[in-house]
């Protein structure tokens, strides 16, 4: 059975493509996802990939990625800022996570420079825009084939 990597997205990341175009790009979810599905295919991967504007749905999908996949890539959109829930769940795991973002965070509003994510994360891509989603794809597999999981 093929490895699978979780991709968790946050809130008002499903109105990717009409939000903000100028910061997170003309892109929709539905495109990125498309594209993170052919780039786990060329690495023999599975992905499943899933968005949520609850946070406790985030902490369920998060505890359940942690039994059910070998890493997951997770971003947490403004919940990114604000939630010890999703640190505490992720800390409470144990397979590797890399935070993602679209944009720069720290190149824009202060509130936007702290992470809870970042000091759980094995590491974080950001400010490639829908890019980064093939990105972290890539990192998640080179962890993972560095640990044996692959
Ligand atoms: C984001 C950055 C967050 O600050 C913001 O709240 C988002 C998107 C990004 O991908 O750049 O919703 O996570």
């Given at each position: 059975m093929a490895t699978t990597i979780h991709i968790l997205n946050g809130p008002n990341l499903n109105l990717l493509g009409q939000r903000e175009p100028g910061i997170?790009?003309?892109?929709?979810l539905e495109d990125i996802q498309k594209t993170c599905d052919t780039v786990s295919g060329k690495l023999g991967v599975s992905i499943e990939f899933r968005q949520s504007n609850h946070e406790g749905e985030l902490v369920d999908w998060i505890q359940q990625a942690d039994q059910a996949s070998a890493g997951i890539i997770i971003n947490?959109?403004?919940?990114?800022?604000?939630s010890i829930a999703l640190h505490d769940a992720i800390r409470a795991g144990s397979v590797p996570v890399i935070e993602l973002h679209l944009?720069?965070?720290?190149?824009?509003?202060?509130?936007?420079?702290?992470?809870?994510i970042s000091p759980v994360a094995q590491g974080v891509i950001m400010?490639?825009?829908?890019?980064g989603y093939q990105l972290a794809i890539r990192a998640m597999c080179t962890l993972l084939e560095s640990t044996d999981s692959l």
């Open positions: 997170y790009g003309a892109e929709s947490a959109g403004a919940f990114t800022h604000t944009s720069n965070t720290h190149a824009r509003e202060d509130f936007r420079h702290k992470s809870y400010g490639f825009g829908g890019y």
